[in-house]
T-cell receptor
């Protein structure tokens, strides 16, 4: 099925570093969502974006809905060990019932 | 805790068998979505029910079926199981069905292993 292009696929960083990941699509999206998934668990919603240009923060996390409505990014500042996991972007195209997911970014933090 | 519950958490069965996965949505949510997550496929949308009615189908095999009951819980039935059906199966729920601004919340998943 259709997926969003999410990058990078994996990141290996030092604790305390900032992280940036993004999702792009050739289609226009009305909603962008960012989820985090821990091993063996379900995805947990981090941030939801509903308007082009919207910039939303959740603690050390900041996400933006791209002006073109075809992309979104997620930043994590001052990473800590519990940030380890897989981050997924997801979005709704206008009128679509189906939530489309990116392939995920696996974040590994070296202490 | 998302408020979405799924049972069982783990399921081990043999090829050719049939299993049923259960999902209870968050209180007040009318939509239930089923997803399959395997190592090489990522999260794949299977099917969506809203208030008891099927609303959308994704990459769901004919061997799989689902339903949503009057109390809004949903069951995903997987039959004639194959080794490749081994995966995590997630249920998500949302309030409505309009897509945008209708955020989906995921359950903890059921890990199915077919031997």
């Amino acid at each position: 099925g259709q997926q969003l292009n999410q990058s990078p696929q994996s990141m290996f960083i030092q604790e305390g570093e900032d992280v940036s990941m993004n999702c792009t699509s050739s289609s226009i999206f009305n909603t962008w969502l960012w989820y985090k998934q821990d091993p063996g668990e379900g995805p947990v919603l981090l941030i939801a974006l509903y308007k082009a240009g919207e910039l939303t923060s959740n603690g050390r996390l900041t996400a933006q809905f791209g002006i073109t409505r075809k992309d979104s990014f997620l930043n994590i500042s001052a990473s800590i060990p519990s940030d380890v996991g897989i981050y997924f972007c997801a979005g709704h195209r206008q009128g679509a019932q189906k939530l489309v997911f990116g392939q995920g970014t696996r974040l590994t933090i070296n202490p | 805790d998302s408020g979405v519950t799924q049972t069982p958490k783990h399921l081990i069965t043999a090829t050719g068998q049939r299993v049923t996965l259960r999902c209870s949505p968050r209180s007040g949510d009318l939509s239930v979505y089923w997803y399959q997550q395997s190592l090489d496929q990522g999260l794949q949308f299977l099917i969506h029910y809203y208030n008891g009615e099927e609303r959308a189908k994704g990459n769901i095999l004919e061997r799989f079926s689902a339903q949503q009951f009057p109390d809004l819980h949903s069951e995903l039935n997987l039959s004639s199981l194959e080794l490749g059906d081994s995966a995590l199966y997630f249920c998500a729920s949302s309030v409505g069905t309009s897509g945008a601004q209708d955020t989906q919340y995921f359950g903890p998943g059921t890990r199915l292993t077919v031997l």
